[in-house]
């Protein structure tokens, strides 16, 4: 257990770094934990503020930390959006990081959908329907689902 100290804003930095030292947080994350631990609400946004100008804390670094972990599963662009905007960032923070086009994004659909069901593209619709379900759980758009699901990325055809 650490030392209590009389500063409440040394308190708060001791801890945001703590939090930081594991893993990126978003300012809002950050905030929130703190406040979890009794720590007063001036010395948050002091500390915060102190911490952002020293670029301890970064919401683009954040943003593309959190963005990279979600695509190695195989997440798509909506849930990554959903994620990211979940966590305090702006929706102009995570698009900005998501510069992907349809095609790449079908292309990772596809990866996702072969991984989890194999190569095949199913011919039946009982199993098309299971797949495209899949596929809108882990955050693809109709789009991306349709032309995974045409075999047309299996073809070769983007």
Same mark, same amino acid.
């Given at each position: 257990?650490?030392?209590?100290?009389?500063?409440? /804003?040394?308190? &708060?930095?001791?801890?945001?770094?703590?939090?930081? &030292?594991?893993?990126? +947080?978003?300012?809002?994350?950050?905030?929130?934990?703190?406040?979890?631990?009794?720590?007063?609400? /001036?010395? !948050?946004?002091?500390?915060?503020?102190?911490?952002?100008?020293?670029?301890? !804390? /970064?919401?683009? =670094? *954040?943003?593309?930390?959190?963005?990279?972990?979600?695509?190695?599963?195989?997440?798509?662009?909506?849930?990554? +959006?959903?994620?990211?905007?979940?966590?305090?960032? &702006?929706?102009?923070?995570?698009?900005?990081?998501?510069?992907?086009?349809?095609?790449?994004? /079908? !292309?990772?659909?596809?990866?996702?959908? $072969?991984?989890?069901?194999?190569?095949?593209?199913?011919?039946?619709?009982?199993?098309?329907?299971?797949?495209?379900? *899949?596929?809108? =759980?882990?955050?693809?758009?109709?789009? +991306? !689902?349709?032309?995974?699901? $045409?075999?047309?990325? &299996?073809?070769?055809? +983007?």
């Amino acid at each position: 257990m650490p030392k209590k100290k009389n500063d409440g /804003s040394a308190d &708060a930095e001791e801890a945001a770094l703590r939090l930081l &030292a594991r893993r990126e +947080h978003s300012r809002a994350e950050l905030a929130a934990k703190l406040a979890r631990r009794g720590i007063a609400a /001036s010395d !948050i946004d002091t500390t915060l503020d102190r911490l952002e100008t020293e670029v301890a !804390i /970064s919401e683009a =670094r *954040f943003v593309e930390q959190l963005v990279r972990t979600r695509l190695r599963p195989g997440y798509g662009p909506l849930r990554i +959006h959903r994620d990211v905007v979940a966590k305090g960032v &702006a929706p102009e923070a995570a698009d900005a990081e998501m510069r992907f086009d349809d095609d790449e994004w /079908s !292309i990772r659909a596809e990866a996702a959908r $072969s991984q989890r069901f194999g190569k095949v593209v199913p011919s039946g619709q009982r199993e098309r329907a299971r797949q495209a379900r *899949f596929l809108e =759980r882990r955050g693809y758009t109709a789009t +991306h !689902i349709a032309r995974v699901l $045409s075999g047309a990325l &299996a073809n070769g055809n +983007h």
